[in-house]
C-alpha cells in the first residue's frame, strides 16, 4: 500500500535550467496539495489540483512556477528558469476522492529538495 | 481566512518532563484543526486531529491536543518526553477554498529533548 511518492528526492540546477518535480498520490486519492518548505517558515500552501483542474494556485509565484495534474501519471510542479531562492524543500501531499469534509488529513509525500547552484 | 500561529519555533525539555507546544488560530466556526510531526528528511505525519465533540483529543505517540474555544488555542501537551519525540511540529487548519479544501500550516516548532 504505497503512500505519496515523489521524485527525485533531491534535485540540484543551476541558475536558469528547469525543474520538474513528480508526485504519485497515494492509491485512489485524486487531491494533490504542493507546499514550499524553507528553514525557520514552515510550510507554505502552493497550489491544490484535481485530475486536470487547478482548483486554487493563490500561493503559487505569478512567474515561472506551474503545476498539472494529468488524468494519467503524476502530477507535476514546474519551475522554469530557477533561481537561488526557489532553494528548498517542495513537499506534495493527497487526500482521498470523497474528502468532502475538513477533518480528513494530509498524507505527505517525503518531499524534493531542490538546490539551485 | 485562516491562520495558525505557533508561539515559540524551539523548544528543549529534559527527557521524562512534560512537553508543551502551543498553538493559536483563527478561523470561522467550526475549526477544524490538527498537529503533524516532521521528522528529519520525511514528510509530515498526523499526530492528531479536532473535528467535533469532545474537545480533549489524544493522538500518536502519547501525544494529546485540548480545543479551547474561548482562547482559540488547540496546545499540543505530552507527560513525559523521549528522546524520540525530538521532530518538528506543525499546527495546521483547515480552510475552505474553491471547490475543495486547503490546510494551512504553521510555522513549526522544533522540540530538542536533551538526556
Known amino acids: 500500500n504505497a503512500g505519496v511518492m515523489q521524485n527525485p528526492r533531491h534535485l540540484v540546477r543551476r541558475r536558469g535550467q528547469e525543474a520538474r518535480l513528480r508526485c504519485s498520490p497515494m492509491?485512489?486519492?485524486?487531491?494533490v496539495y504542493w507546499y514550499r518548505q524553507l528553514p525557520e517558515e514552515g510550510l507554505k500552501f502552493m497550489v491544490y489540483?484535481?485530475?486536470?483542474?487547478?482548483?486554487?494556485e493563490s500561493g503559487m509565484p505569478k512567474e515561472r512556477f506551474s503545476a498539472e495534474f494529468p488524468k494519467e501519471g503524476p502530477s507535476i510542479l514546474r519551475i522554469q528558469q530557477v533561481v537561488r531562492g526557489d532553494s528548498a524543500a517542495y513537499f506534495c501531499?493527497?487526500?482521498?476522492?470523497?474528502?468532502?469534509?475538513?477533518?480528513?488529513?494530509?498524507?505527505f509525500g517525503n518531499g524534493t529538495r531542490l538546490t539551485v547552484t | 481566512a485562516q491562520s495558525v500561529t505557533q508561539l515559540g519555533s524551539h523548544v528543549s525539555v529534559s527527557e521524562g518532563a512534560l512537553v508543551l507546544l502551543r498553538c493559536n488560530y483563527s478561523?470561522?466556526?467550526?475549526?477544524?484543526l490538527f498537529w503533524y510531526v516532521q521528522y528529519p528528511n520525511q514528510g509530515l505525519q498526523l499526530l492528531l486531529k479536532?473535528?467535533?465533540?469532545?474537545?480533549l483529543v489524544k493522538g500518536i505517540n502519547g501525544f494529546e491536543a485540548e480545543f479551547k474555544k474561548s482562547e482559540t488555542s488547540f496546545h499540543l501537551t505530552k507527560p513525559s518526553a523521549h528522546m524520540s519525540d525530538a521532530a518538528e511540529y506543525f499546527c495546521?487548519?483547515?480552510?475552505?477554498?474553491?471547490?475543495?479544501?486547503?490546510?494551512?500550516f504553521g510555522a513549526g516548532t522544533r522540540l530538542f529533548v536533551k538526556a
Open positions: 478561523s470561522s466556526v467550526p475549526p477544524y
Open positions: 489540483l484535481q485530475k486536470e483542474n487547478i482548483i486554487d
Open positions: 501531499a493527497s487526500s482521498p476522492l470523497d474528502r468532502m469534509d475538513l477533518n480528513s488529513p494530509l498524507h
Open positions: 492509491k485512489g486519492h485524486s487531491h
Open positions: 479536532y473535528t467535533t465533540g469532545a474537545t
Open positions: 495546521a487548519v483547515s480552510d475552505a477554498a474553491a471547490g475543495g479544501f486547503k490546510t494551512i
